[in-house]
């Protein structure tokens, strides 16, 4: 149970937002309708993270699985429970989202994967990160990719100590809302 009621999405403020969040995500999501306690961050929040899931140049294969990874590292179940799905459309395998657990000792994953998930636990873990980490990125990514990469992981983790503070959790009861 969420430490904070969900929001009444049917407010007059948060109408066309609603729409919004619905047309771009498919649902009005728990995380967003937490968020819209306070729209103008709910609205920032989506611009923000639909420019990172959908019009950056980093493979979305990469961005899946160090979001996955970092639901795991931050016990966010509720991250990794909604994007599970789309890691799998981005082509990761149910073998790879298995072992990432202990990715370390697996052998499903490339020598770039590997990399990035290097630079994901550094940054989740740790907070710098170990010039020989980032140098085993730059072989396989460039500035402009390895730039959006580090946002990516940086902006999950935030999403995740988001998630895990308010207690959200997917099988939550909400308010109905009339465009969910």
């Not at 019009?55 to 699985?65: C, I, K, Q, S």
């Not at 390895?146 to 988001?162: C, F, G, P, Q």
Request: charged fraction near 25%.
């Amino acid at each position: 149970m969420a430490h904070v009621p969900y929001a009444d999405a049917d407010r007059p403020e948060c109408r066309a937002l609603v729409e919004r969040i619905v047309a771009e995500r498919g649902s009005l999501l728990h995380l967003y309708q937490m968020l819209l306690h306070s729209p103008r961050l709910a609205e920032g929040w989506l611009g923000f993270f639909t420019d990172l899931r959908q019009r950056l140049a980093l493979a979305g294969d990469l961005r899946e699985l160090v979001i996955m990874r970092v639901a795991i590292l931050n016990r966010a179940p509720y991250e990794a429970e909604q994007h599970a799905p789309l890691a799998v459309k981005e082509g990761l395998s149910a073998a790879q989202l298995q072992a990432l657990s202990d990715w370390r000792a697996a052998t499903v994953f490339s020598p770039r994967q590997r990399a990035v998930l290097a630079l994901t636990d550094a940054m989740t873990l740790d907070v710098q990160v170990p010039t020989p980490v980032m140098d085993e990125v730059r072989v396989h990514l460039d500035d402009a990719r390895l730039v959006e990469l580090v946002a990516t992981i940086a902006a999950y983790n935030m999403v995740s100590r988001v998630l895990e503070a308010l207690q959200i959790h997917s099988g939550d009861a909400r308010p109905p809302a009339t465009d969910r």
